[in-house]
């Protein structure tokens, strides 16, 4: 089997077989492919596509193409969550220890931010002592013996998609629908679970910004989940304004928090108790979508989701005081109250522009390796749809160094649209799909 052949073929239009793409993929990962050849190829995918079965052919081979997890041999229904990303969005913080409170097991392989969006492994290392460097072993020890773990990715696992998501950033093929729905449905396969819930994310501040394109994802996702005998649903979701009001790592954990504790409500609560309920009828814990709220909501209130989130910290050798004292995480020095000489209602809060506007102060990074501030990041005081008088701040800016805190400021400034009368209400979850 020539390479050149199969970059033909899908340069012509026409489709490729299973062994087809195994071929190119195996050789690939083993460095008999050079990466001009697979440039190429990415080029010719992202101008003519691959039907349904190539990618669900693409998907399953770079799962294959390094290590999988093993959770045959835990017991009880496991699942997985994925989001395309976004601004203030803390929902896998909240999420992860509110699934095992509900009955479910669940272990999460997450990420660092890059760009405008934050990661969980930033924030979740705003917590002393936090580890988020398991071992496989030590990964699957805690999904079995507490039911729940987090950790960051390790390149053992789907070795393919680092290698074509790398490549891909430089040659312009990252918004390929295909290339998409197999770099996230190769790794929750890669991770074994019964069941995987997604979010996705479209409008300002998301990777996938028009509404269709994010429609043509999920469903992607879900096909594939279905081609290989997963469960899967979505959730396609607003983010042309930050989810939660805190952008920043340790920010963001104390407003998670408060929302395990039962004390704030709002999108980000909203968001993450749908996400788990569609867990909850994937596993038939609960027979409909009604009933599956009403038992997430009571973990919140009865105090339960925040007893797992401290059994999770302290598990992983973080501090499980944080849960009670906030204090204990990184702060900054300093604080910028942003306001506005106008009176109304915010019509618009631009996602995009407070995430750039958070890593510039130091709360997230423009390359891999860059360290970041977990102390700093922006609070919003005011939300689309929200009054404001003269006397009301928009957002406060924590920072501890003033280099760029005049361009912060005009960022924030700017990510506010006010407007004299209400604007309509933002509808949050856009569509479910299963």
Do not use: W
């Not at 269709?212 to 899967?232: F, N, P, Q, S, T």
């Not at 909501?297 to 944080?322: D, H, R, Y």
Request: aromatic share 4%; charged share 30%.
């Amino acid at each position: 089997m020539q390479f050149l052949d199969i970059i033909l073929k899908k340069r012509n239009g026409e489709n490729l077989s299973k062994e087809e793409i195994d071929f190119l993929v195996g050789e690939y990962v083993a460095g008999k492919i050079p990466d001009y050849q697979m440039s190429a190829f990415l080029m010719a995918v992202y101008f003519n596509s691959l039907n349904r079965k190539e990618t669900a052919y693409l998907t399953e081979s770079m799962a294959n193409s390094g290590d999988k997890l093993d959770l045959t041999q835990i017991n009880g229904f496991k699942v997985d969550k994925h989001s395309s990303g976004g601004v203030g969005d803390s929902v896998s913080l909240i999420l992860v220890p509110l699934v095992r409170s509900v009955g479910l097991k669940i272990g999460k392989l997450s990420g660092r931010g890059l760009g405008h969006t934050g990661g969980t492994i930033d924030k979740l290392e705003s917590i002393p002592g936090f580890n988020v460097d398991l071992t496989t072993d030590e990964f699957l020890d805690s999904i079995d013996r507490i039911g729940m773990a987090i950790m960051e990715h390790t390149s053992n696992l789907v070795p393919a998609d680092q290698k074509l998501y790398e490549l891909r950033d430089v040659t312009g093929t990252v918004k390929s629908l295909p290339l998409i729905i197999s770099s996230i449905m190769s790794k929750k396969i890669a991770c074994g679970p019964d069941g995987i819930v997604l979010d996705i994310k479209t409008g300002s501040g998301a990777i996938v910004d028009e509404f269709k394109e994010a429609e043509e994802l999920a469903g992607g996702c879900v096909d594939i989940g279905r081609e290989v005998g997963l469960k899967v649903s979505a959730l396609i979701t607003d983010m042309n304004q930050p989810l939660g009001r805190a952008v920043g790592n340790a920010l963001e954990i104390k407003e998670a928090i408060k929302v395990l504790k039962g004390e704030k409500a709002g999108d980000l609560k909203e968001v993450t108790v749908a996400l788990v309920a569609e867990l909850l009828l994937q596993s038939r814990k609960a027979e409909t979508l009604k009933g599956a709220r009403e038992i997430v909501e009571s973990k919140l209130t009865s105090g339960e989701a925040l007893s797992k989130f401290e059994q999770l910290v302290e598990n992983q050798g973080g501090n499980p005081e944080v849960a009670n004292n906030t204090d204990i995480l990184p702060g900054s020095d300093q604080k910028a109250r942003i306001k506005t000489d106008q009176q109304g209602f915010v019509g618009e809060l631009d996602a995009l522009k407070i995430g750039r506007a958070a890593n510039l102060l130091g709360a997230g990074r423009s390359e891999k390796g860059q360290k970041i501030d977990p102390g700093v990041g922006i609070q919003l005081e005011r939300k689309v749809g929200e009054e404001v008088t003269e006397e009301d701040p928009l957002a406060v800016i924590h920072y501890n160094d003033e280099k760029h805190l005049n361009r912060v400021k005009q960022m924030v400034g700017e990510a506010y649209n006010m407007r004299e009368t209400p604007p309509p209400e933002v509808q949050l979850i856009k569509e479910r799909v299963r």
